[in-house]
């Protein structure tokens, strides 16, 4: 019989060896543990991650994620082209109202510069001083020198947008010798129920003849204002220069037409 002594000093050194690497063992353990996130977090980073990783068998959330990124992007592009297209439409109504402003502007600063460009020049036949026409009508007359050619001066009349009045000339045409002076009317109607003031501009054609044919007396440029329904008649008196028939130019102008337009000012 075989007996197996053990050494007790020993064992105790063995169990107490055991013991203390038991408790490293177990602290690590807690050190670990407490350093770790938990469990479910764990899980849920490990699934997003995987899920991120294209997985076949999950596509949902890959798809959800692509949408609401095209989404944003959409929504993002559509503020910044609404934008722009606000911001050029802003652009796009200043320039037009500019564009009228300067039109209404225009047309009433017209009729003063016209008259202004036309005395300075005598272009279109602008009033001359009256002693000039006169010595022309006296040298011709002392001339004794006639012509057999006439000229049909033929009137037209016409009012602007806007302007509540009948304008009309009481003559359609007349007949004048170069040389010759003529008188002719026309006739204004306010129509509408409260006064207004007008002025008008005139145009003699054809162009070339407006230098010949000289208004002693007329009413362009003069404001008139008309009571409701008052009605007035207005003279133009008129001077053929007798150089008309002496100029080549002239040569198959038998016919002058003189054009009044009546605008309404402003402030009337």
């Not at 991120?52 to 994620?65: E, F, K, N, V, Y």
């Not at 209404?104 to 008259?115: E, M, N, Q």
């Not at 002719?184 to 008008?200: K, M, W």
């Amino acid at each position: 019989m075989c007996v197996l002594r053990i050494n007790p000093d020993l064992l105790s050194g063995q169990l107490s060896s055991k013991g203390r690497t038991q408790q490293r063992i177990t602290a690590a353990t807690s050190h670990l543990a407490a350093a770790m996130p938990p469990l479910a977090s764990l899980h849920r980073h490990l699934s997003l991650s995987l899920l991120r990783r294209h997985s076949p068998c999950h596509p949902w959330p890959l798809l959800a994620d692509a949408f609401l990124r095209r989404g944003l992007a959409s929504s993002s592009s559509s503020s910044a082209a609404a934008a722009a297209r606000e911001k050029s439409s802003s652009r796009t109504m200043a320039y037009l109202l500019g564009v009228a402003a300067a039109m209404v502007g225009a047309s009433y600063a017209a009729v003063p510069l016209y008259r202004r460009f036309c005395q300075a020049t005598g272009y279109g036949g602008t009033v001359q001083r009256r002693e000039s026409v006169e010595e022309k009508i006296s040298r011709h007359a002392q001339d004794g020198t006639t012509t057999s050619r006439e000229i049909i001066v033929q009137f037209n009349a016409d009012v602007a947008d806007g302007m509540p009045w009948k304008f009309v000339p009481t003559q359609r045409e007349v007949k004048v010798k170069p040389g010759e002076s003529a008188l002719a009317f026309y006739t204004a109607e306010n129509r509408s129920s409260t006064p207004i003031t007008g002025v008008s501009t005139y145009n003699v054609a054809p162009m070339k003849a407006a230098i010949y044919f000289n208004k002693i007396q007329c009413f362009c440029f003069e404001e008139q204002t008309l009571l409701p329904g008052e009605q007035i008649d207005m003279p133009v008196f008129f001077y053929i220069d007798p150089e008309f028939e002496t100029d080549p130019k002239m040569e198959g102008v038998n016919n002058i037409v003189l054009s009044y337009t009546f605008f309404k000012l402003k402030d009337s």
